[in-house]
Nanobody
């Protein structure tokens, strides 16, 4: 059974940091591009970041660039999202997703992804 499990969410004060993890089971992430998405209450799901499988090419949503870093550890079959300088507007449920890689490619379009985790809540509040 192919499964993605997110962890690492929680409550943090503005300016704080969290590291989200996306662990895969039932398949190896070596052959998959992975994306992170988020959805705040009353808003559409948006792509935050993604990473390719071959060369680790990354992409970031403009509003998180310089604050978030996506990385992957294929030995641990896990992708991470390090989030620094968090703001209240980063509050959302964060999801990771995976799709079979197509060379040096990744996407922040949710329609491009086949496998999704259940999400982890991130709340930034004082």
């Amino acid at each position: 059974q192919l499964q993605l499990v997110e962890s690492g969410g929680g409550l943090v004060q503005p300016g704080g940091s969290l590291r989200l993890s996306c662990a895969a089971s039932g398949f190896t992430l070596d052959y998959y591009a992975v994306g992170w998405f988020r959805q705040a209450p009353g808003k559409e799901r948006e792509g935050v970041s993604c990473i390719s499988n071959i060369d680790g090419r990354t992409y970031y949503l403009y509003s998180v660039k310089g604050r978030f870093t996506i990385s992957r550890d294929n030995a641990k079959n896990t992708v991470y999202l390090q989030m620094n300088s968090l703001k209240p507007e980063d509050t959302a449920v964060y999801y990771c997703a995976a799709t079979v890689a197509r060379g040096s490619w990744c996407s922040v379009n949710a329609h491009d992804y086949d496998y999704w985790g259940q999400g982890t809540q991130v709340t930034v509040s004082s």
